[in-house]
């Protein structure tokens, strides 16, 4: 069993520590998320750089290891949606064709993901607080890996399922089981993989 501490200095999340060993930094330029640092228990250390406009929206991130990057690009559309295109490689220096996808958004959370080989991925949220409610700059840690640190997919709700549609066939990815406190937030997710039990997860709060 691996717990992870969740550590903020006010509402900003500065770090994440596991007990595996693996900590993940957030580092900020004033109210900006502006950097992440993984240093997997791996040993491998991922470092994410963030750029945002003037309007301070995420336009770039770029992802580095000792031996990959990977680079992505945002564009916002009129419709509220944002069209993410991915560079492998790095955009200066990308191996083959950028990858593109939209990303259609309501309430605030990812609710579908269109891309462009035809894959359609759509995500269901129940109507309880998430646990993550209230995270400084949680719609742009979603953004950077949709969803953040392999679980968190919501910044107000929390997530019950990813389905995804290929060839005209819609398969139950993922799914979450949730158990909840009397104040809304969720106390336990059990969480299902392609259909068969992975894993449990119990959420601790210092305070609500």
Known sequence: MVTE????????????NGSDTSVITYNYEGDLLTQIIDAAAAGNTL????????????INYRMTTDDEILE?????????????????????NATGTPGESILTFQNEQLVK??????????????DQKSSYLGIANI??????????????DSSVNNLLT??????????????YEYTYNEAGYPVTAAYY???????ELEFVYESL
Request: proline share 1%; glycine share 8%.
């Open 113 to 126: 993901e269109t891309k462009d080989d035809g894959q359609i991925i759509t995500y269901a949220y129940d």
């Open 5 to 16: 501490t969740f550590t903020y200095d006010g509402n900003k999340l500065i770090s994440i």
């Open 47 to 58: 470092t994410t750089n963030l750029a945002y406009d003037s309007q301070q929206r995420l």
């Open 72 to 92: 992505y690009e945002f564009s916002y559309n009129t419709d509220g949606s944002i069209t993410r295109t991915f560079y492998f490689g790095g955009k200066e």
């Open 193 to 199: 993989l392609e259909g068969e039990p992975d894993s």
């Open 139 to 152: 719609k742009t840690i979603n953004l950077v890996s949709v969803d953040f640190n392999g679980y968190i």
């Open 162 to 175: 990813a389905t995804i549609t290929e060839n005209g066939t819609d398969s139950v990815d993922e799914k």
